[in-house]
């Protein structure tokens, strides 16, 4: 997959990344629900196999039902 430079930085990214907004459940005000551990982590990997280099954790990563850590550490992150 093809890399473009983010802004005014050194930094390169592809174009299509992966939404992960509803991976850690639903159990907080703007969850989607209950989100399989499994099927999850595979999406992840999903993306990577195919030239991502990048997840899109959204602005509410350790609030609510994200504060349990199982973002982050499907990640990498922590």
């Given at each position: 997959?093809m890399?473009q430079?983010?802004g005014?930085?050194?930094?390169?990214?592809?174009?299509?990344?992966?939404?992960?907004?509803?991976?850690?459940?639903?159990?907080?005000?703007?969850?989607?629900g209950?989100?399989d551990?499994?099927?999850?982590?595979?999406?992840?990997?999903?993306g990577?196999?195919?030239?991502?280099?990048?997840?899109?954790?959204?602005s509410r990563?350790?609030?609510?039902?994200?504060?349990?850590?199982?973002?982050?550490?499907?990640q990498?992150?922590?």
């Amino acid at each position: 997959m093809m890399l473009q430079r983010l802004g005014k930085s050194d930094l390169r990214i592809t174009p299509i990344g992966l939404g992960a907004w509803a991976i850690g459940g639903g159990k907080w005000e703007f969850g989607w629900g209950s989100q399989d551990d499994s099927e999850s982590i595979a999406a992840i990997h999903a993306g990577l196999d195919r030239g991502i280099n990048w997840i899109d954790t959204a602005s509410r990563l350790r609030v609510g039902a994200f504060g349990n850590g199982r973002r982050p550490r499907y990640q990498g992150t922590q």
